[in-house]
């Protein structure tokens, strides 16, 4: 599940009203530039680092429209990289050239594709439905994604590619419904060369976040087919209307995630709140809850009478996860709250094509995406991966299911409030090695040393 939700269910009970301002808090502590980008779209933040951008849309089976993404570098091979619940495809960018995986995939020479599935601010359209005034809009979970979306993403960048495969980097919800789509939908593993799953969630019975009972009794209030927490900036400018609301924002946030402040850069936490809530439907966590209740990786759990009618049986039907033959690498964290360890360990049994099976100790369900080391760790392992198995199609010693345990060492140059990847970038090293994006991102790094501030964290009693 995906990282803030429940933390800004909890917010939102302090005010429904958007118009709490900062009051100077938030210019006082935080760059600029930081701020500027928890504003822009993802188009607008690939264009300001002076990156190629472009929109396309794609039509689903059931006539739902969505909008991808793309970092285009016409002719080489495609990857597609899809946000997890509450996110948006902004997600793989957000943390800047020198950290993001989107930007890290398009200099090492892919042409990169963002996905966002159904209901998020970005993929809100449909041939005939509105979703502001039909609910028939909201009728679906994350099964429907991994149905519908996932094959019209796919199709859709394939088509415009020319390629026959492409590679698939999910996170959370973007792992789930993978696994919907190539078990449900067995045909299209042959279009996959690998799927990276970061943060892989399918199994739920260890689901260690604590806020989880109050998160039930929460989406109890919301009808099964409505809109949760469209993408606005309320909860933007409460967690950064004082030093005292900020830190029980970051209380809530690990309370939901996992706390790993090592590996979290504090200085781009604006960015994060302004992009999230990204949307999405309320039953597509329910069915997350549902998970953790019934201890099955299966369909939505409505009522036996229901069940009986759509499914032919009085409970929901499991996932086959049999019937995924495309190779599948896992990456996941020791302390993530919500794909725990021992939730990840079952799922990597169950799969026939298991290709690399990685543990990050510390780690927590966001660190897969944003850690501050992330450039010269994940990153580099999920490229080698990957390129192995575009190359071959077949097994080696290369690459293994075997599990793979590492602690990431701490650089000095990794701070909690001032530490912008872009400021690490020297000392650190460029994995990509690609002086093209480098020059790109000189004149940004200057804007940005200029600009940076000297402040106490105000989150450094956590």
Same mark, same amino acid.
């Given at each position: 599940?995906?990282?803030?939700?429940?933390?800004?269910?909890?917010?939102?009970?302090?005010?429904?009203?958007?118009?709490?301002?900062?009051?100077?808090?938030?210019?006082?502590? =935080?760059?600029?530039?930081?701020?500027?980008?928890?504003?822009?779209?993802?188009?607008?933040?690939?264009?300001?680092?002076?990156?190629?951008?472009?929109?396309?849309?794609?039509?689903?089976?059931?006539?739902?429209?969505?909008?991808?993404?793309?970092?285009?570098?016409?002719?080489?091979?495609?990857?597609?990289?899809?946000?997890?619940?509450?996110?948006?495809?902004?997600?793989?960018? $957000?943390?800047?050239?020198?950290?993001?995986?989107?930007?890290?995939?398009?200099?090492?020479?892919? &042409?990169?594709?963002?996905?966002?599935? +159904?209901?998020?601010?970005?993929?809100?359209?449909?041939?005939?439905?509105?979703?502001?005034?039909?609910?028939? =809009?909201?009728?679906?979970?994350?099964?429907?994604?991994?149905?519908?979306?996932?094959?019209? $993403?796919?199709?859709?960048?394939?088509?415009?590619?020319? =390629?026959?495969?492409?590679?698939?980097?999910?996170?959370?919800?973007?792992?789930?419904?993978?696994?919907?789509?190539?078990?449900? +939908?067995?045909?299209? %593993?042959?279009?996959?060369?690998?799927?990276?799953?970061?943060?892989?969630?399918?199994?739920?019975?260890?689901?260690?976040?604590?806020?989880?009972?109050?998160?039930?009794?929460?989406?109890?209030?919301?009808?099964?087919?409505?809109?949760?927490?469209?993408?606005?900036?309320?909860?933007?400018?409460?967690?950064?209307?004082?030093?005292?609301?900020?830190?029980?924002?970051?209380?809530?946030?690990?309370?939901?995630?996992?706390?790993?402040?090592?590996?979290?850069?504090?200085?781009?936490?604006?960015?994060?709140?302004?992009?999230?809530?990204?949307?999405?439907?309320?039953?597509?966590?329910?069915?997350?809850?549902?998970?953790?209740?019934?201890?099955?990786?299966?369909?939505?759990?409505?009522?036996?009478?229901?069940?009986?009618?759509?499914?032919?049986?009085?409970?929901?039907?499991?996932?086959?996860?049999?019937?995924?033959?495309?190779?599948?690498?896992?990456?996941?964290?020791?302390?993530?709250?919500?794909?725990?360890?021992?939730?990840?360990?079952?799922?990597?049994?169950?799969?026939?094509?298991?290709?690399? %099976?990685?543990?990050?100790?510390?780690?927590?369900?966001?660190?897969?995406?944003?850690?501050?080391?992330?450039?010269?760790?994940?990153?580099? +392992?999920?490229?080698?991966?990957?390129?192995?198995?575009?190359? %071959?199609?077949?097994?080696?010693?290369?690459?293994?299911?075997?599990?793979?345990?590492?602690?990431?060492?701490?650089?000095?140059?990794?701070?909690?409030?001032?530490?912008?990847?872009?400021?690490?970038?020297?000392?650190?090293?460029?994995?990509?090695? %690609?002086?093209?994006?480098?020059?790109?991102?000189?004149? &940004?790094?200057?804007?940005?040393?200029?600009?940076?501030?000297?402040?106490?964290?105000?989150?450094?009693?956590?």
């Amino acid at each position: 599940m995906r990282n803030a939700i429940w933390v800004l269910a909890v917010l939102g009970a302090f005010s429904l009203d958007g118009s709490w301002v900062s009051g100077g808090f938030l210019e006082d502590n =935080y760059p600029s530039s930081v701020i500027e980008d928890a504003h822009l779209t993802t188009i607008q933040l690939l264009e300001k680092y002076k990156h190629p951008a472009e929109s396309h849309q794609v039509t689903t089976e059931d006539k739902y429209v969505l909008t991808l993404h793309r970092i285009p570098r016409p002719g080489a091979k495609p990857v597609l990289l899809v946000h997890g619940l509450e996110d948006t495809s902004a997600t793989w960018i $957000m943390m800047g050239p020198h950290s993001g995986p989107g930007y890290f995939l398009y200099a090492n020479g892919y &042409d990169v594709w963002l996905g966002n599935v +159904r209901g998020n601010r970005y993929s809100k359209g449909h041939v005939k439905l509105n979703p502001n005034t039909d609910k028939a =809009y909201w009728s679906f979970s994350w099964h429907e994604i991994g149905m519908y979306d996932l094959p019209a $993403m796919i199709d859709g960048v394939l088509e415009k590619t020319g =390629y026959q495969k492409l590679s698939y980097f999910g996170h959370s919800q973007g792992t789930t419904s993978f696994f919907v789509m190539a078990s449900s +939908r067995p045909e299209y %593993n042959a279009k996959i060369h690998v799927m990276s799953a970061l943060a892989p969630v399918a199994f739920m019975k260890h689901m260690k976040a604590p806020l989880m009972g109050m998160a039930r009794m929460g989406i109890n209030m919301f009808r099964e087919n409505s809109e949760l927490l469209p993408h606005s900036f309320l909860f933007f400018n409460q967690c950064f209307s004082s030093a005292g609301m900020l830190k029980t924002c970051m209380r809530f946030y690990w309370q939901i995630v996992g706390k790993n402040r090592e590996e979290q850069n504090m200085t781009m936490f604006p960015l994060v709140m302004g992009h999230i809530p990204g949307g999405c439907n309320v039953k597509q966590p329910l069915h997350y809850l549902q998970l953790q209740t019934n201890d099955r990786f299966c369909q939505f759990d409505y009522d036996p009478k229901e069940n009986q009618r759509l499914y032919g049986q009085p409970s929901p039907p499991d996932y086959r996860l049999e019937r995924i033959t495309a190779p599948v690498a896992l990456y996941f964290g020791s302390n993530d709250y919500l794909a725990a360890v021992e939730d990840v360990q079952r799922l990597a049994k169950l799969l026939p094509n298991l290709v690399e %099976n990685h543990l990050y100790r510390k780690w927590n369900h966001m660190d897969v995406l944003w850690a501050n080391s992330a450039r010269r760790s994940i990153q580099p +392992r999920m490229l080698q991966v990957m390129q192995y198995w575009e190359a %071959n199609e077949g097994h080696s010693e290369v690459t293994t299911g075997s599990s793979v345990e590492e602690e990431v060492p701490l650089l000095t140059t990794e701070t909690s409030l001032d530490g912008n990847p872009e400021e690490q970038e020297q000392e650190a090293g460029s994995i990509a090695g %690609n002086e093209e994006q480098r020059e790109k991102d000189q004149e &940004d790094q200057i804007q940005k040393n200029d600009e940076k501030i000297t402040v106490t964290d105000p989150t450094s009693e956590l």
